[in-house]
């Protein structure tokens, strides 16, 4: 019966600090992905409303495409080499999509592109997240590690104080048990006698005391 009970209150704490883990760790990634994606879009922005001129930041790409989905102009400020092939590639990928905006790979990067279409011609920014990406696994890696050790930790917490708080109640019975036990042996003897004389007086029912 105690195991039982010291089961279930393990397995209580346990799942209440789950879900409080969880709920911690989800709301601190939310906040942090949200805050990488929001400025990853005010560099989009800026880099869209920029004039063709400029020249995009590193690891970015800035394309201008006439109606037919050709290119026009690009701006490239990459510290490794594309080819025209590979960039032409993605952008046939992202013009031919329905999507306005998404995520491509190129080589071993990731950008996230965005597409707006204006009178004559349209424009493709492309900007490079690889590092937000690996940032975000990493995270979840951290979460992940930390919670299964934080919660082992605390399994042997829980199991300690488990045991402490049950241990009172345990002896309690112990000692509820052996009263019960040591009254029904004390009363056994005067209840046999009873029974003995009261079997005696109903077997002969015509005498008198």
């Known amino acids: 019966m105690f195991k039982k009970l010291k089961t279930r ?7 209440l600090l789950t879900i409080v883990f969880i709920s911690i760790f989800s709301f601190l990634y ?5 805050s990488i994606n929001r400025e990853t879009n005010m560099n989009i922005d800026s880099l869209m409303n920029n004039s063709p001129k400029q020249k995009p930041n590193s690891g970015n790409i800035v394309v201008e495409l006439d109606n037919s989905g050709n290119i026009t102009n690009y701006f490239v400020h990459l510290n490794y080499d594309m080819t025209t092939v590979k960039l032409q590639n ?16 190129i080589d071993d990067y990731i950008y996230k592109y965005e597409k707006r279409s204006f ?3 349209s424009k493709i920014v492309l900007l490079n997240i ?25 399994l042997i917490i829980s199991i300690y104080l488990t045991n402490k708080s049950i241990e009172p109640i345990k002896e309690t019975f112990n000692r509820q048990k052996q009263f019960i036990a040591d009254a029904s042996h004390e009363l056994k003897t005067p209840l046999t006698i009873i029974k003995t004389n ?12």
Not at 92 to 97: D, K, R
Not at 130 to 151: D, H, M, N, Y
Not at 198 to 209: F, G
């Open 90 to 105: 993605a952008i046939n990928t992202i013009y031919e999509s329905n999507k306005n905006n998404g995520k491509i790979k």
């Open 30 to 34: 939310f906040m942090t992905n949200h």
């Open 119 to 121: 009178r004559f011609f």
């Open 9 to 15: 209150f393990i397995l209580i704490n346990m799942t």
């Open 198 to 209: 009261t079997s005696l007086l109903l077997s002969n029912p015509e005498d008198t005391i």
């Open 130 to 154: 690889t590092s937000e990406e690996s940032l975000k696994i990493r995270l979840i890696q951290i979460f992940v590690l930390a919670g299964s050790i934080s919660l082992i930790f605390l």
